[in-house]
């Protein structure tokens, strides 16, 4: 019951939903069953109130919950970038992106491709090798369709580290598109 009155008040008035009544509404979905729902409506959220720095980690939570480990991992990417001077901020997501490579690494039969292969990236370009980093980046951005904007974001990065600076401002401007 409590769910139904949640919707419906999202559908009389959603511009007077606010951060907790998203949460309210995830959390809904999430106890009866349905955490790709709740990932939904916590991405409704975070669209809202994109700046909004917990509200991007409960995002993140409920897409890993939701079996979507590469989405968390690019919307936990995506804040290291915005988030500046808040060490305990960085270092919970320091803590969930490794948390991530772990699973990623412990899966079985066989880890996630994509996350496989961005972890594999991450780990060449935080070694400045973005010569070695730019084909793993390259094939990220093939895998979800350039449909992502933290592996564009990289890959404009690697291709700017590595002198492709043609290549590397049309990936750009395509993402400011």
């Not at 008040?9 to 790709?36: H, I, Q």
């Not at 969930?96 to 972890?119: G, K, N, Y």
């Not at 992502?148 to 401007?173: D, N, Q």
């Amino acid at each position: 019951r409590a769910a139904r009155e949640i919707r419906a008040a999202f559908e009389f008035d959603p511009e007077a939903a606010r951060p907790a009544d998203y949460r309210l509404l995830a959390k809904t979905a999430k106890a009866g069953g349905n955490v790709k729902a709740a990932a939904e409506a916590l991405k409704g959220a975070v669209r809202r109130f994109p700046m909004d720095v917990s509200l991007r980690l409960d995002y993140a939570a409920s897409l890993t919950e939701a079996k979507l480990p590469a989405e968390a991992l690019y919307e936990l990417l995506h804040l290291k970038m915005v988030v500046r001077g808040d060490a305990s901020q960085i270092a919970d997501i320091d803590a969930r992106v490794d948390r991530l490579r772990q699973e990623a690494e412990a899966s079985t039969p066989e880890p996630d491709p994509q996350l496989e292969s961005m972890f594999s990236y991450l780990a060449d370009a935080d070694a400045d090798q973005h010569d070695a980093a730019l084909p793993t980046i390259q094939e990220v951005v093939t895998m979800n369709g350039g449909a992502s904007l933290v592996p564009l974001l990289m890959l404009g990065r690697s291709l700017k580290a590595t002198g492709r600076f043609g290549e590397a401002e049309r990936v750009l401007a395509q993402l400011a598109e």
